[in-house]
């Protein structure tokens, strides 16, 4: 027997308004993994599309990875007019025209800072081996940053985003290995390497992962907000933004999601569907319920006027 939705036990403590724009992280918080079926999500969007409400979906990743790199063929033409995608950490901010995917902005490095960002990485990679004895795998094929997996026995299959327990391991490993400062040590390790070729890098870590390049979600939900600005004249506080990785890894370092909170978009409404215990940035209000939680969520908006 499906459980009661974990929506209707939370709705009161936040549903107060009817939202002019959505913006959502994709693994953990609309799916519950990259071959899960679209159905539900798809079902959820397309009524609130029809009412012109912008929805935008913010992920690290790529389009080839949102629904099978077919989200387009789920809605009408219509409906893809208010369907915006901030994707690759900053590199790739997307739009529909007359039902064409449209990249209207992007922060893609020319052939050498590229060249140079892999370098940066790893650089990283070498320093923890030799300095800390700690094997790392890195993935070169992202646009505009590389992830270092810093836990490569960890396998998390189908489910790419942060599990329960990963921060505890990630914790364990690093001081394991004798990494000084913990995950700050690794940022600081990270911005030192950029800091040898010249380059600002942004750094960030959902545990398994340590991510290092030019940009990150703040430069997607930046971007779309201020065409959002523009073109409909939405303000932050008819926002919300809702992901499943905001909780602290260490004291004042947060996850993934935590980058969709700038000082741009700080007035709207942040929520968080993880599970994970653990600190959130100051404003984030902690629902728990998984994807169930975003998809009750969806709903309840359509129905409001």
């Known amino acids: ?30 799916v519950l993994s990259r071959k899960a079926p679209v ?18 979906i913010v992920s690290g990743t ?17 409906q893809l007019a208010h369907l915006y995608l901030g994707l690759g ?13 449209l990249i209207f902005s992007d922060m893609l490095p020319d052939k050498k800072l590229l060249g140079d960002i892999h370098r940066i990485c790893f650089d990283i990679h070498m320093e923890l081996l030799e300095k800390y004895g700690l094997n790392t795998d890195i ?9 270092i997996d810093l836990m490569v026995e960890n396998q998390r299959g189908d489910n790419l985003f942060m599990q329960e327990n990963e921060l505890d391991m990630l914790k364990d490993c690093l001081k394991r290995h004798g990494v000084e400062g913990g995950l700050q040590g690794l940022l600081d390790i990270s911005v030192a390497a950029g800091e040898r070729y010249g380059i600002t890098v942004k ?9 290092v390049g030019i940009s990150s979600k703040s430069d997607n939900v930046d971007r779309i907000l201020e065409h959002l600005q523009s073109a409909y004249g939405i303000c932050p506080e008819e926002c919300s933004f809702w992901g499943d990785e905001y909780v602290g890894i260490e004291e004042g370092i947060y996850g993934s999601d935590s980058f969709m909170k700038t000082e741009k978009t700080e ?39």
């Open 1 to 30: 027997m499906r459980r009661k939705s974990v929506w209707i036990q939370e709705r009161e403590v936040f549903m107060e308004k009817k939202y002019k724009a959505v913006f959502f992280d994709w693994d953990g918080t609309a």
């Open 39 to 56: 159905e539900e999500i798809v079902g959820a969007m397309g009524p609130l599309l029809d009412q012109k409400v912008n929805l935008v």
């Open 62 to 78: 790529t389009m080839e990875n949102i629904a099978g790199g077919k989200l387009e063929t789920c809605f009408t033409k219509e």
């Open 89 to 101: 950490r900053g590199a790739f901010n997307y739009r529909y025209e007359n039902g064409q995917e």
């Open 139 to 147: 993935v070169f094929s992202r646009p505009n940053y590389c992830k």
């Open 203 to 211: 750094p960030t870590c959902d545990a398994k992962y340590l991510e």
């Open 267 to 305: 007035g709207g409404d942040f929520f968080d569907v993880s599970e994970v215990p653990g600190k959130r940035p100051e404003g984030v209000t902690k629902l728990g319920g998984g994807v169930e939680q975003f998809l009750g969520f969806l709903r309840e908006q359509a129905k409001m006027e």
